[in-house]
T-cell receptor, first 115, second 113 residues
Framework: DGGITQSPKYLFRKEGQNVTLSCEQNLNHDAMYWYRQDPGQGLRLIYYSQIVNDFQKGDIAEGYSVSREKKESFPLTVTSAQKNPTAFYLC??????????????FGAGTRLSVL | GENVEQHPSTLSVQEGDSAVIKCTYSDSASNYFPWYKQELGKGPQLIIDIRSNVGEKKDQRIAVTLNKTAKHFSLHITETQPEDSAVYFCAASLSGSARQLTFGSGTQLTVLP
């Protein structure tokens, strides 16, 4: 959606396994974000990146890791340390977080389930 | 940090009626308030937003009002249609901060034909 591609759409994780969710954007946006969405809850920020080779922890970073080697890509790894990974994961990007109105554009999401 | 509360969690209205969703925020420094619509199986999309120097903003059937003194803002949808059925999220942020967008818990709006 809106130039942001998340894959896969559905993902299953076995016990003790690390899995990686892909997020690619062709909007030339500097900032990228990962959110977790659980039923009946709002979006919670996992990690965000303002620029290539730099990223910051959000509110629920434990059990997750990210990298930002390219401007257009911001993959999220759900590690075995994340004991409750079942959720809907959303990636977003924005052009310039320093703007007074910083609109975030979201991908279609990846639904992760534990086998 | 910022905390955003959203009510109601579910809302059913008859087609053609109005729908109102309310949010309160805790950080008086927040100055940007977007509303997102999320359809089933999709990512959220921005539908309207308001900055703190404005009290009300309209876009066709959608309007948002902001009361900075009371720290609350509301989404108003008039003449609702079945395609308005979705989950709506409010959010608040401090502009100039990359960490921004603290979201409310969402409202499932159902428009009954």
């Amino acid at each position: 959606d809106g130039g942001i591609t998340q894959s896969p759409k559905y993902l299953f994780r076995k016990e003790g396994q690390n899995v990686t969710l892909s997020c690619e954007q062709n909007l030339n946006h500097d900032a990228m974000y990962w959110y977790r969405q659980d039923p009946g809850q709002g979006l919670r920020l996992i990690y965000y990146s303002q620029i290539v080779n730099d990223f910051q922890k959000g509110d629920i970073a434990e059990g997750y890791s990210v990298s930002r080697e390219k401007k257009e890509s911001f993959p999220l790894t759900v590690t075995s340390a994340q004991k409750n990974p079942t959720a809907f994961y959303l990636c977003a990007s924005s052009s310039d977080y320093n703007l007074a109105k910083n609109i975030q554009y979201f991908g279609a999401g990846t639904r992760l389930s534990v086998l | 940090g910022e905390n955003v509360e959203q009510h109601p969690s579910t809302l059913s209205v008859q087609e053609g009626d109005s729908a109102v969703i309310k949010c309160t925020y805790s950080d008086s420094a927040s100055n940007y308030f977007p509303w997102y619509k999320q359809e089933l199986g999709k990512g959220p999309q921005l539908i309207i937003d308001i900055r703190s120097n404005v009290g009300e903003k309209k876009d066709q059937r959608i309007a948002v009002t902001l009361n900075k003194t009371a720290k609350h803002f509301s989404l108003h949808i008039t003449e609702t249609q079945p395609e308005d059925s979705a989950v709506y999220f409010c959010a608040a942020s401090l502009s100039g901060s990359a960490r921004q967008l603290t979201f409310g818990s969402g409202t499932q709006l159902t428009v009954l034909p």
